[in-house]
């Protein structure tokens, strides 16, 4: 028996709002909903997976999903809540993030999901034609009065900008009519875009219609999802790599990965309350999170990209071993240790051979002094490659990982990255 999608939503935590009759339609039978995805980037953001888990559940739930690309709607850009204009794309970079943002949809909806792009219809309507036959039917008043708007007011907001809500409107109207679609989902942020769409397809005769919103997502702590030291987290590997993918669902608060497991996953509520439970009775195992991160890397991304994640994380703040730095690629290496101090070694310095005490002591800064360096040697502190090392090894090429990396560690947490010029 199929699970009730409102409902599934609402346990999830993912139900903000609904248009009256929603369940009493969705109960009569498999229906087609679609969401808006604009091509602002060459990748979707996690910020857009709270989008396509509402697909997924859809689909789950026996309906049709449908993703819509806005390939006409992302020429103008959607003005819902933001400060300022957006900077308007060429139609070359619209191009090539829409092959992108499709590429990744089929990926996480499968291969036989639907994918529209509003372009197809827009790029022969004639402007005037526009105006006269769908502009007629909404004033400004009505569009002045949506908080995407009037949030805008004090600001400005360009005329463009201002149309991007009749033209998504339209978008509601033109699928009800031509393809049986009468659902539309999104973000809370695009209620009022919703609608209006709602009202402009009752207006121009089309049949009765619906509106489900999600929440937008904000951590526990007030601060803005989707984002790790000022940088978006996107999905695409180039862009994020799956290593700090995986960082950033791990290093969640309990509170957040409570919430980030209904939404971002699809186990069911018995599996999530049983890691609930699990991870309530050793708190500092993190197992809600972990298991969080690995499924929704593995979606994402790919098993092997999952474990490797899980592996790089054993290296940095576990039992990690020689062996696990080797299977690292040269890439995943640099990703895993972004942002540690960097020593340079001259690849001569190498040519008569040199202690580990030398080596490590290139660069002032990671260690205060030589004489602190030889303390925690012969305390047993200090690891290369991590192995413990003595104040008489010696360090050769050999020893450098691809030729060129070693991993020096000070203590549990410190890390240097030494490399060979």
């Known amino acids: ?67 819509l690309l806005g390939g006409a709607t992302g020429m103008i850009g959607d003005p819902s809540f933001k400060s300022k204009e957006r900077k308007l794309l060429s139609k070359n970079i619209l191009k090539e993030n829409l092959k992108a943002q499709k590429s990744q949809l089929k990926k996480l909806l499968g291969e036989s999901i639907t994918i529209l792009d509003n372009y197809e219809w827009y790029k022969n309507f004639n402007f005037l034609d526009f105006i006269r036959d769908v502009g007629k039917h909404i004033t400004v008043n009505y569009m002045l009065a949506k908080d995407s708007v009037k949030s805008r007011q004090d600001s400005g907001i360009s005329f463009t900008e201002f149309s991007y809500q009749l033209i998504q409107a339209f978008d ?28 402009l397809n009752r207006k121009m005769g089309g049949k009765n219609s619906f509106a489900v919103t999600s929440p937008l997502i ?117 990703d895993v240790f972004s942002g540690v101090p960097m020593i340079n ?20 800064g990671f260690f205060k002094s030589r004489g602190e360096a030889k303390k925690l040697i012969l305390a047993g502190a200090v690891s290369i490659n991590k192995t413990k090392i003595s104040i008489d090894t010696m360090i050769s090429l050999d020893d450098f990982l691809k030729n060129k990396y070693l991993v020096i560690q000070k203590g549990k947490k410190n890390y240097a990255l030494a490399i060979l010029e």
Do not use: C
């Not at 950033?248 to 990965?257: I, M, P, Y």
């Not at 070694?345 to 290139?362: C, F, M, W």
């Open 345 to 364: 070694i001259p690849r001569e310095k190498l040519n008569s051979g040199i202690t580990a005490l030398d080596l490590i002591t290139q660069s002032k």
């Open 218 to 334: 904000k951590k526990a702590d007030g601060s803005k999802f989707g984002k790790t030291e000022g940088q978006n987290i996107w999905l695409d590997a180039n862009r994020t790599s799956p290593y700090k993918f995986y960082q950033f669902w791990l290093n969640s608060s309990d509170e957040d990965a409570s919430s980030y497991i209904r939404i971002f996953t699809v186990k069911t509520r018995s599996e999530i309350e049983n890691i609930e439970s699990l991870h309530s009775e050793n708190p500092h195992l993190r197992i809600l999170q972990k298991d969080l991160a690995f499924d929704i890397t593995k979606r994402v991304h790919s098993d092997e990209a999952a474990n490797n994640a899980i592996k790089a994380s054993e290296i940095l703040f576990g039992k990690g071993t020689k062996e696990m730095l080797k299977q690292l690629s040269a890439d995943e290496l640099l």
């Open 1 to 67: 028996m199929k699970t009730s999608f409102i409902e599934e939503l609402r346990w999830r935590r993912m139900l903000h709002d609904m248009t009256p009759g929603v369940e009493a339609f969705l109960s009569s039978g498999q229906k087609k909903g679609y969401i808006g995805f604009d091509p602002t980037a060459n990748s979707l953001g996690v910020g857009n997976l709270v989008q396509v888990m509402m697909l997924v559940h859809f689909q789950r739930a026996g309906h049709a999903p449908v993703a």
């Open 172 to 199: 509601f109207h033109f699928l009800s009519k031509n393809k049986d679609i009468f659902l539309q989902m999104g973000g809370s942020d695009q209620w009022g875009n919703i609608t209006t769409g709602i009202d």
